[in-house]
């Protein structure tokens, strides 16, 4: 039976609407339990609707992209998780190197066409899962740069359903204003690579960076890069040399391949992975001093207590109770 709550978001035209949903299915690591309701809005009018509707209602809504660095509790997530549909997937290329673009539109395909067209300035997204839309929100890029250097233009809708449209807006490593609100859309007016010398400088640019996803577990379930990294330093140089490459907890495990990501080798469950980084970020506090900020999104709907004896099995039982709750955590870890 539909809980009571949600049955005004079912009248919304051109807007799917499911309930009890695996979020594990939706996201690339592939852990966490349900969501409540997952609505999938076709068209800018329904996701108003269902932005105005929920904000209305005070029912929490998480704007889910392509779920390539999100990471959902075992709780699940009480409330509508958004995912966008049908409507928001084009990649329309209007001119030479312009391109209008939906926010559910696949990134690496943004990125084939921009290369197809000569044009440069979204190569270092190359091989980066995800959305055109979760990657504006997180500014994805490499450490030196992210997309919201190359978008010209977004637009989507505030908290409380009002339309937006910027073309400058604060962004900065591995952040992005985008991300309190949701977005529809966006135009990139790309660099036209019309010289020869261009050329060279963008083919070797892919190069780089297509070399630099093949040093990445890219095989195995994972959510990305876990951490940021440090002012001038790499969090997986950091992890690999405190010897934690490997390091397991229940089916989630440090990569051997690339330390600053964590693979999931089965069916691991999001609460080993919580303890896993919370060990992660320890030693590294203990051993050089550094505090690790998380890079992907990890999100409950309620504070969590990461308790030392869960790990009394392993080599962790040096962990200290954690309390990770929105005060004490990065801005990016999102509890709501
Ligand atoms: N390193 C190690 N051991 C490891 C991993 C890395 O010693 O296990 C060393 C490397 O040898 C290198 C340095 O650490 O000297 C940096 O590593 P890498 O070149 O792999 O880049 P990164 O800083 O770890 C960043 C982004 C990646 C992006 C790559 C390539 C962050 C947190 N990560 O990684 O982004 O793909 O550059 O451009 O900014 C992501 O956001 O999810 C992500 C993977």
Request: net charge positive.
């Amino acid at each position: 039976m539909t809980p009571r709550k949600y049955r005004k978001i079912q009248t919304i035209t051109d807007c799917e609407v499911r309930f009890d949903v695996d979020l594990s299915q939706h996201t690339s690591m592939k852990v966490g339990g349900k969501a409540a309701c997952m609505a999938i809005p076709h068209t800018e009018k329904a996701l108003e609707e269902l932005i105005k509707r929920t904000h209305k209602d005070k029912i929490p809504m998480f704007a889910l992209g392509g779920g390539t660095n999100t990471i959902f509790v075992d709780d699940g997530f009480d409330g509508v998780v958004m995912k966008l549909g049908s409507g928001f997937q084009d990649i329309r290329n209007t001119s030479g190197v312009r391109f209008t673009v939906g926010a559910a539109a696949d990134l690496n395909k943004l990125v084939s066409q921009s290369l197809k067209r000569q044009a440069a300035g979204l190569e270092y997204c190359l091989g980066i899962p995800g959305t055109v839309g979760g990657a504006l929100a997180g500014n994805a890029g490499t450490r030196g740069v992210g997309i919201c250097n190359s978008v010209s233009r977004v637009w989507g809708f505030t908290r409380d359903g009002e339309r937006y449209e910027v073309e400058k807006f604060p962004y900065g490593y591995r952040y992005s204003w985008l991300r309190t609100t949701y977005i529809a859309g966006a135009n990139f007016t790309l660099d036209p690579c019309d010289t020869e010398a261009k050329k060279a400088v963008l083919s070797e640019r892919v190069r780089l960076f297509g070399f630099a996803r093949r040093s990445q577990p890219y095989r195995f379930p994972s959510a990305g890069c876990i951490f940021k990294n440090p002012n001038n330093d790499s969090a997986g140089r950091l992890i690999d040399v405190a010897g934690l490459k490997g390091f397991s907890v229940g089916e989630l495990e440090v990569s051997e391949r690339h330390a600053n990501f964590i693979v999931n080798n089965g069916k691991g469950k999001a609460e080993d992975l919580v303890y896993l980084i919370c060990y992660v970020r320890q030693m590294i506090k203990e051993k050089y001093d550094v505090d690790l900020q998380l890079e992907v999104q990890l999100v409950s709907s309620h504070p969590m207590r990461v308790e030392p004896d869960r790990l009394k099995a392993a080599e962790g039982s040096r962990l200290k109770a954690t309390v990770l709750a929105p005060a004490e955590t990065d801005p990016i870890l999102s509890f709501i």
